[in-house]
């Protein structure tokens, strides 16, 4: 992979004459670009709600309480960056939050069953995951089906898969516990590890999120496979007319969502020791929400990783915030709804007023 | 991404071939895992003679929940025992139940057995049921249903008198603040055990909605209410997974409570053992399965009733430290 394409030129373009007015359209349309940006929409509704709940709830405010948003922000948003690059690229996974259980379903039972190293179990749940976003991206590329259609088809497999072959092996409907396996306690230092940040227990999916939102930004904008990603996500047939390899492109994609899983069924291996083979259904949509919370057009070619990251951030921080604000819990669902949809009014009305002329 | 599919395949051949080779060159775990598992008996008890027979099983689970395998574990320990053949089938929705009842009368099945969580839903099909000459037992849920849609027994434990005795539970340790967690939201049977603990528990009780299939929502969900209300002292699992990701949620809150839990599994067996979890309110699911069963076979060829026109209750049985010891075993061959 080679970063040699579209580096930003520091020098202005030649051809702009320093006249005053013309200079004021520039400054007003830097912040109009600003302001187009697909995650700017959903940072101000971040800001909106935090200062809402902030005010609502004096337990919001703590920094503990921050860091239990971020884990759950973290645990989604993992997955709301593969999937929302998948969806920049115009496609959607369904089997994305099963996939999270078949991998840590794996890990379990390989280094279970056959009494391994964990680590091996490790190894061989990333193989599986990623052969799983393999065999989705080829299955697209080679029927020409939509991939609402493929991943629902996987979305159903898996979902048997992890029930019969848990039940093959375990005899039950959820994995052994691992715990006192060799190899768990170094794993889970990687993937569900407790850091203290200046006196704040912060989960390491938090920082591995951080991290991992900054290289796909990375990826996503300053590299030839980013600009793959958005073209063929925006026009599939000019893209392979100018010479974007757009099989090669979406099967990545469909890998990296595998990756993705891979990672976060190892946090929820190491997090809670056993796996329940019923997890994760339902997640997926929760994946594809952040995403569009976060600016990603559900019709491909437009979207960042920045704003899924925010957008998984609202969704923890609204789950949360109903809870610390002591609300009725039975209108919880409801609550969770109302938010959301404000959030995206916001969002959609930044972007509008940005557009306008 | 310049690399060509070919020497991407090659080099995940390395790494694969690399994983073997660490695999043979001892990766294997001294600990734990498979060889460490003790060798494990389920319950069986001889086989009887009488004619083959088919009992269709219906029941309303979800796909992979503990508490239902342990059900089934139940009805195929009895059926293998009676030489009953099992048609075990299950679905959440209440209309497909009824469609999976009417697949049986269509098999001509000898007996059904039968939960009634969605009792309108079933009166028609459980009435062709018995109108086909099929008897019927009802299990699980329907305590005040099976006797009108004409079933011979019913076998399970009442979720509002678990609850109550919970909530007596709780009254007798001094609690103060109960927090009931509700993994699934309206089903009616998770909302009866709460709303019995609620009825006897003399201190305050809350109720919390979290997504029983995705436990990082469940874990932070439960630090950010504990946070929120540090007097909360005894929370309430309504299923054993969610009670140990309560003990995970509490150290995360810095909270005092101590989790109490309803139904088992071999893991919260080993967290009762240790003292992570104070007890759990058992409603026997072996028995529910094995019971229905049995007496569909005890029906079909001494004509006997099991109950006596009332519902035979199979709980609620607590299981805390002062009985552990016995159970703890049978959780572990996943029987409890």
């Known amino acids: 992979m080679s970063a040699q394409t579209t580096t930003p030129s520091s020098a202005p373009p030649p051809s702009q004459p320093a006249s005053l007015p013309e200079k004021r359209t520039a400054q007003r349309s830097l912040t109009r670009r600003f302001l187009a940006r697909p995650e700017v929409g959903a940072l101000i509704g971040a800001i909106a709600v935090y200062t809402f709940f902030w005010v609502m709830a004096p337990s919001f405010r703590s920094a503990d309480s921050l860091s239990t948003m971020l884990y759950q922000a973290s645990t989604l948003g993992l997955m709301a960056l593969p999937v929302s690059l998948l969806m920049i690229g115009g496609e959607f996974d369904l089997s994305a939050g099963v996939a999270v259980t078949t991998s840590s379903l794996t890990a379990s039972m390989f280094a279970y069953q056959l009494t391994m190293n964990v680590w091996m179990g490790v190894i061989v749940a990333l193989v599986v995951a990623l052969t799983v976003g393999f065999i989705n991206g080829y299955l697209l590329v080679k029927t020409g089906l939509p991939s609402f259609l493929v991943t629902l088809g996987s979305f159903l497999m898996l979902q048997g898969l992890n029930l019969a072959i848990t039940k093959i092996f375990t005899g039950n409907v959820a994995t052994n516990d691992i715990s006192d396996m060799e190899g768990f306690n170094s794993a889970k230092a990687v993937f569900a590890s407790d850091i203290n940040i200046a006196g704040v227990q912060v989960k390491i999916t938090v920082l591995w999120w951080l991290l991992f939102v900054a290289i796909g930004t990375w990826v996503l904008l300053r590299t030839k496979f980013g600009n793959w990603i958005f073209a063929v996500g925006g026009q599939k047939e000019s893209a392979r007319a100018v010479g974007v390899p757009v099989a090669h492109t979406k099967i990545a994609l469909f890998m990296l969502v595998g990756l993705g899983a891979w990672f976060v069924g190892m946090h929820q291996l190491f997090a809670f020791n056993a796996v329940q083979s019923g997890a994760g259904v339902g997640n997926e949509l929760l994946y594809i929400v952040a995403a569009v919370i976060g600016g990603c057009l559900l019709t491909g070619g437009f979207g960042s990783v920045i704003g899924p990251a925010i957008g998984a951030f609202i969704f923890g921080m609204v789950t949360q915030g109903i809870v610390f604000a002591g609300w009725n819990p039975d209108w919880f669902k409801f609550f969770l709804g109302v938010m959301l949809l404000g959030a995206m009014l916001l969002n959609t009305w930044v972007q509008r007023q940005a557009s306008r002329r | ?336």
């Open chain 2, 1 to 336: 991404m310049d690399k060509s599919p070919s020497a991407r395949r090659t080099a995940l051949g390395a790494v694969c071939a690399a994983g073997l080779l660490l695999t043979v060159a001892g990766c294997a775990s001294s600990t734990g895992g498979a060889k460490a598992e003790q060798s494990t008996t389920g319950v069986t008890a001889g086989h009887a003679n009488t004619p083959r027979m088919t009992i269709a099983m219906v029941t309303h689970a979800a796909q992979g929940d503990t508490f239902w395998d342990i059900v089934r574990k139940g009805a195929e320990a009895a059926a293998a025992k009676d030489n009953v053949k099992l048609v075990y089938s299950s679905d959440p929705v209440a209309s497909n139940q009824a469609n999976l009842v009417s697949n049986a009368i269509n098999q001509k099945v000898d007996g059904l057995a039968v939960t009634l969580s969605t009792p309108d839903a079933m009166r028609d099909v459980v009435a062709k049921t018995e109108a086909a000459g099929i008897p019927v037992a009802a299990f699980n849920q329907g305590e005040d249903y099976w006797k009108q849609m004409g079933a011979i027994g019913y076998f399970g434990s009442d979720e509002k008198i678990a609850g109550q005795a919970l909530g007596d539970r709780l009254n007798s340790m001094g609690a103060k603040h109960d927090l009931c967690i509700i993994h699934q939201q309206g089903s009616v049977a998770l909302e009866d055990r709460c709303a019995g603990v609620k009825s006897t528990f003399k201190g305050t009780t809350d109720i919390l909605y979290v997504n029983g299939a995705d436990m990082p929502s469940v874990q932070s969900m439960l630090t950010a209410k504990l946070r929120q209300d540090p007097s909360i002292d005894q929370v309430t699992a309504l299923g054993a997974p969610i009670a140990l990701t309560a003990i995970s949620s509490i150290s995360d809150a810095g909270s005092k409570a101590k989790v109490n839990t309803f139904d088992l599994n071999k893991d919260a067996a080993a967290a009762i053992k240790n003292g992570k979890i104070e007890f759990s309110v058992d409603q026997q699911p072996f028995l529910e399965g094995y019971l229905a069963v049995d007496s569909l076979w005890l029906y079909k060829v001494n004509g006997n009733t099991v109950g006596g026109g009332q519902p035979t209750l199979t709980g609620p049985a607590f299981v805390d430290s002062s009985n552990i010891a016995k159970v703890y075993q049978y959780a572990q061959n996943g029987t409890r």
